[in-house]
């Protein structure tokens, strides 16, 4: 996919005449790319789209409006968009209460980790945590994650003939039974790599 660039982006100004249309416009987006694992963790696949509402909600948060500021924030959300060949995606970690938040971060350290996704009874999806931070959170884990899932040539293939994609969690603190998606999920993830199904 391709990456931002300023010329994609709106000026302050403009963001806040268009931002409820466009929030609207993005939410609805957003539905099929949100998977809930269980009653704490939430996936949310990314792409061009939602980094460029949350690049545009940075900017306004922090009324950024130079170039180098504005290209901070590129530098930071474009990696976060799939590559064509991949699927990248936030992992929140969703506690309402503070305290409980804590001990959980203590629990989950590795969570980042314990994601599994396959496509049919296919071996799990290579998955790649945080690779663009340096995070050595050995006493706790963070409540967000990024991760990069990189099917095979032989997922792809399997995605292609009509096998469905399931995600759940191996970890000794939240163990998530993998849940195969719904078809909305299954058909934006797979339009995603360039498939039609």
Request: hydrophobic share 40%; aromatic share 6%.
């Amino acid at each position: 996919m391709n990456k931002l660039t300023r010329a994609d982006l709106l000026s302050l100004e403009q963001y806040a005449e268009q931002r409820d249309d466009f929030r609207r416009k993005v939410m609805a987006h957003k539905k099929p790319r949100r998977i809930g694992l269980g009653d704490h963790i939430t996936l949310c696949f990314e792409d061009r789209l939602t980094m460029q509402y949350q690049i545009q909600e940075m900017l306004r948060a922090e009324r950024i409006f130079e170039a180098a500021g504005i290209d901070e924030e590129l530098d930071a959300y474009n990696p976060l968009i799939p590559d064509g060949d991949n699927w990248k995606a936030t992992l929140l970690i969703e506690y309402a209460d503070v305290e409980e938040r804590v001990a959980a971060l203590v629990r989950l350290v590795g969570i980042e980790d314990a994601l599994v996704m396959r496509v049919g009874d296919r071996d799990p999806v290579a998955l790649f945590a945080d690779e663009d931070l340096e995070r050595e959170r050995e006493e706790k884990t963070a409540a967000v994650h990024f991760i990069r899932l990189q099917p095979s040539a032989g997922d792809i293939e399997a995605l292609r003939a009509g096998e469905l994609i399931s995600i759940g969690v191996n970890h000794p603190e939240y163990q998530i039974l993998p849940i195969t998606l719904e078809a909305d999920s299954q058909r934006t993830l797979c339009a995603d790599l360039g498939l039609e199904i």
